[in-house]
Every structure is written in structure tokens, then in C-alpha cells.
């Protein structure tokens, strides 16, 4: 349940390098919460994922998400609002442009 709660959404999200190692030390917080293994066990996170025989998959899964949600949008299956937005930034710069009579 609770990687559902979290993954919600997580097509639209824009992920950068601290965001990734929150999403891996939130992933490791459950397996310990699963375990019942407390922080001042001092236990390396190997050898938890090693007892529960499980790797670390919750990045990988945001990222399959995006390109997912990416590939459905780049086909238009998603409906043409989607595409819409994707085209949202082009279009606004390209009206701002002609607004302030600029050729460039």
C-alpha cells in the first residue's frame, strides 16, 4: 500500500540526483520498518536487502512510469490535451515573440 500512495503521480514529476537518493533511503526506511530493524542496529542496507532477498526497484519504477507516461503522450494516446501541454511552452514563446515584433 504504501509504494502505491507514493508512486501516484510519478509520471509528472521531475526527478534530479537528491531526489533519487530520497526515493532509495524511503525505500530502505520500509524494508527496516518490515524487518523491524532499528537504526541503531547499525546494519548495512546489503545485508538488509540480502535477508529479504530483494533489490532496490522503487527508482527504476518511477523512471518506467515516466517513459511510459512519455510514450503515451508521444503517440497521442493520451489525447490531445496531453499533447497540448507538451506543445504549451513552444507555443507561448513563439506568441510572446511575434507580440514584441522580435524576427528572431
Known sequence: MVWAVFLHGAEGWTIKKSDKNRIGALEMWRWRKMLGVSWREHRTN????EELDVERELTAKVVKFKLQYFGHV?????????????????HVFKANQEDNGSTT
Request: net charge positive; glycine share 10%; aromatic share 4%.
Open 74 to 90: 508521444a503517440r497521442g494516446s493520451a489525447g490531445q490535451l496531453a499533447l497540448t501541454v507538451l506543445e504549451w511552452k513552444e
Open 46 to 49: 546489503k545485508s538488509i536487502l
